[in-house]
Nanobody
């Protein structure tokens, strides 16, 4: 029932910008609430890696490779997390996946993943 729909990927030249969006739906908010939201990426031949996270309180963390270039944000009213990517480099080329932690009213937390969106940085 829970769906995470991603958008915003594409082909961009080095130095360009993209903005990724991930909207969550199908959540029974009388029972669950969204805690941490994040973005991960996976390039060919590499393992999936953390890009950025934002907590329900607004605290953010970034991978060292994207600090100063990427910004993660969330709109709780829209149940959406964003990733603004500036000064893109060829090494940023990867499939990008959003992740949402849902917390049940009784305590346990469960992760949900988006379908992925491709970001290709090439001249």
């Amino acid at each position: 029932q829970v769906q995470l729909v991603e958008s915003g990927g594409g082909l961009v030249q080095p130095g360009g910008s993209l903005r990724l969006s991930c909207a969550a739906s199908g959540i029974i908010f009388s029972i669950f609430s969204i805690d941490t939201m994040g973005w991960y990426r996976q390039a060919p031949g590499k393992q999936r890696e953390l890009v950025a996270t934002v907590t329900s309180g607004g605290s953010t963390d970034y991978a060292d490779s994207v600090k100063g270039r990427f910004t993660i944000s969330r709109d709780n009213a829209k149940n959406t997390v964003y990733l603004q990517m500036n000064s893109l480099e060829t090494d940023d080329t990867a499939g990008y996946y959003c992740n949402v932690d849902l917390r049940a009213a009784w305590g346990p937390t469960r992760d949900y993943w988006g379908q992925g969106t491709q970001v290709t940085v090439s001249s």
